[in-house]
């Protein structure tokens, strides 16, 4: 069973994903605990804006809409 997020992903992300045009793609996570498959449907990309110290740069951000109340936690790795 395959659980539907949607996601507003940040430029940083949509840079790193590789996505000309983000919108209406899907990322997926691994297997949770109770074996379903996350996919996360992309429904927005924002400008990039710090949320950590100015000391950094911009980095991939997304923010999940979903009825599940729970947290996401992605890390991006390029395909080799």
Request: glycine share 12%.
């Amino acid at each position: 069973m395959a659980i539907q997020v949607r996601m507003i992903i940040n430029e940083t992300t949509a840079k790193i994903i590789g996505y000309s045009d983000p919108i209406g793609k899907q990322l997926f996570r691994s297997i949770d605990q109770q074996g379903h498959i996350g996919a996360f449907t992309i429904i927005g990309v924002v400008k990039n804006f710090n949320f950590e110290t100015l000391h950094h740069d911009v980095g991939p951000l997304a923010f999940s809409l979903g009825t599940g109340g729970g947290l996401a936690s992605l890390r991006l790795v390029r395909p080799t």
